[in-house]
């Protein structure tokens, strides 16, 4: 009779466990609540934001995800930030010169996402520092 050998079970085990435990951990952030209040932006491969007026609630989160195969970033026109309102850029700075002045720290690579909250209603507008002259921008309105 041919006996398994005790490494190949363990790995078995081992394999099996795990895909168990990454089961277990994707689905733990939908059961947050966090996945589903908000709205996804996509930056597609043609410099748009998609769709270009991001409706939420407040309190709700706007998360940019970049599917193209270049960088980009996303900046808040700081003229456009209701007083009392949070300034938002990817690389988390806190003013418009500083996203433009340090432009490479912002830029959200092929794959990766941003994702900012907004706790003050009204309307945001927003660009790609590298593609602004492309017309890349977007407004994010929150009733």
Not at 34 to 44: L, R
Not at 55 to 64: D, K
Not at 102 to 118: C, D, K, Q, S
């Amino acid at each position: 009779s041919v006996s398994m050998s005790p490494e190949l079970y363990d790995r078995r085990t081992v394999l099996r466990l795990s895909t168990a435990t990454l089961a277990t951990l994707s689905t733990a952030g939908c059961l947050s609540g966090q996945a589903s209040s908000g709205q996804t932006v996509t930056m597609p491969a043609n410099f748009t934001f998609e769709p270009k007026t991001a409706t939420i609630e407040t309190g709700e989160t706007v998360t940019w995800t970049n599917e193209s195969d270049i960088k980009h970033t996303v900046t808040a026109y700081e003229d456009e930030i209701l007083d009392g309102a949070a300034y938002f850029a990817s690389g988390g700075f806190e003013s418009e010169r500083a996203a433009r002045n340090r432009v490479t720290e912002g830029l959200i690579a092929p794959g990766e996402n941003y994702e900012h909250t907004f706790e003050e209603p009204g309307t945001y507008g927003y660009f790609c520092i590298p593609h602004e002259g492309s017309g890349m921008v977007g407004i994010v309105r929150v009733k």
